[in-house]
């Protein structure tokens, strides 16, 4: 991993704004022990756990449990002078989690430092070593002075990292070299972690962004019977695949789905679909029946008889005779990969259409199987709406490692649906995450080559060639002011609309294959 982070220069991607958080709870009620011989977890504030069924025997299955978020303040530390770090966390055991974040009151704020954390194994006990958490994240969400962003419950946060089944943590943040030497504080750090981060009389902890936390991700469990990730995806003719790797103005908004349940109810996980369920699952209606967990590939003489139904009076004699567009891949659904629907804010918000797609990492590390993706998915999820804010998951779709595809945000994935994924440039767009960081690492070719395939697809239905340029309106950002015209290439990366390192430069440097694959597959 890097070393200090510089400011928005080092920017990373992975997107994702939707429900108000709780504040911070009060120290008696946050604050827990240091990590015992015992191993009994500590008592830590929880951010919208919704438990299921009756209270006592099902309240320990984990199976039937949606998922929930572990809020910790980060507190003053004085024993950890060694590394630098001024603020954190000391082990401590809590309550299972796969993934975590650190998160902040105002998203307009950059954290200038480090944040890292080591977690405990809970199959194993053992605790992994120091790693670095991705801090230029707050880039990713939706664009100024939107509906979205205004909504006032926004929030500042680093990427999520993916750390698996996990019972401890510890935390530390160091701040950038430049920021000073520390102060004197409070001498907190010795198991009782009292008093708040940005305080008076902190020193150099008041130089970060205030009301930092740790938010502990259990992605919770698909429903019983539902698709984990769908079938291997297939290699197109003449192609071998390797082993297995490891509503704003003048846009609708529509889709309301009647009252949700009330926050903390019980929400059975079985196969009975909530209406918000049918909702997401009904904006997909003219490609598979409802409660689909999958949308199945299609051949490209299929594909492009979807197209003139889809697209049939707007398309003229000639696009209609030979339509440009690739074959449709195979898509698992949300339903196909657990999302708890009452996260999400109830309508769906669109765009007039979509001209480019920008490709991003997660910035979540690489350290998942395949099995596991629908997991780091649901976590993102819960992530982007109950720690940032956001009002749904910020990526349109997403790719695993293996090269399956996911419906991301919901509202159709043949629909031109609005995302918050690249700040400024989410009007027209699409955004493709690819699940894992790719600053050093290669992305695999199944990766690659399904992303190709879903441009090829998504491009296609709104007759975009993926080898040329578009002209988009920059919506504010820190590459082009607001208003500004700006040609762009019609498969870009995130970088391209934004300062940043995303999607990584080992991803970055596949997108010119990718275009002339999308291309080859829509018969240019």
Known sequence: MRGILASSIGVTCAAALALPLAPPAAASAASVSSVSSAGTPAPVADVATR????????????????????????????????????????PRTVRTFSLLGVVWDDPSVDLHGRVQVRTRAASTGDWTDWQDVETHYTQHGADPDSSEAASGKARGATAPLWVGESDGVEVRVLPEPDAGEPEDVDPVGTGSDEGASGGEGAGEVSTLPAGMR?????????????????????????????????????????????????????????????????????????????????????TAEETREELVALRGTGLTEQQQAKPYIGPRPSIVTRRGWGADESLREKSFVYT?????????????????????????????????????????????????KCGRIYEGRAGGVAKPVKGAHTMGFNSKTTGIAVIGSYGSKKPSSKAVKAVARLTAWKLGLHGMNPKKKTSLTSGGGNLYAKGKKVKMKVISGHRDGFNTSCPGGKLFKKLGSVRSKAAGYQGR
Not at 55 to 66: F, H, I, M, Y
Not at 227 to 237: F, I, L, R, T
Request: glycine share 12%; charged share 20%; with cysteine.
């Open 51 to 90: 438990t299921v069924g009756t209270a006592g025997a099902r309240a320990g299955a984990r199976a039937e449990v949606p998922g929930s978020t572990q809020s910790l303040p980060l507190r003053p530390l004085t024993r950890d002078r060694a590394s630098g770090a001024v603020l954190g966390l000391t």
């Open 214 to 298: 740790l938010d502990l991700v259990d992605p919770g469990e698909a429903e019983p019977g539902e698709s984990a990730g769908g079938a291997e995806p297939q290699a197109e003719p003449g192609e071998s695949e390797g082993p297995e790797p490891q509503a704003e103005p003048g846009e609708s908004a529509e889709g309301a789905e009647g009252a949700e349940p009330a926050e903390g109810a019980e929400v059975p996980r079985t196969g009975v679909m909530t209406a918000a369920a049918k909702a997401a699952s009904a904006a997909n209606s003219a490609l598979v029946p409802l409660g689909a967990t999958q949308i199945p590939s299609l």
């Open 352 to 400: 007039s259409k979509v001209k480019a797609a920008f490709v991003h990492h997660t910035a979540s590390g690489n350290s998942y199987s395949c099995s596991q993706a629908p997991s780091l998915i649901r976590g993102f999820y819960r992530y982007h709406t109950k720690s940032l804010g956001w009002r749904d998951i910020g990526y349109n779709f997403l790719v695993d």
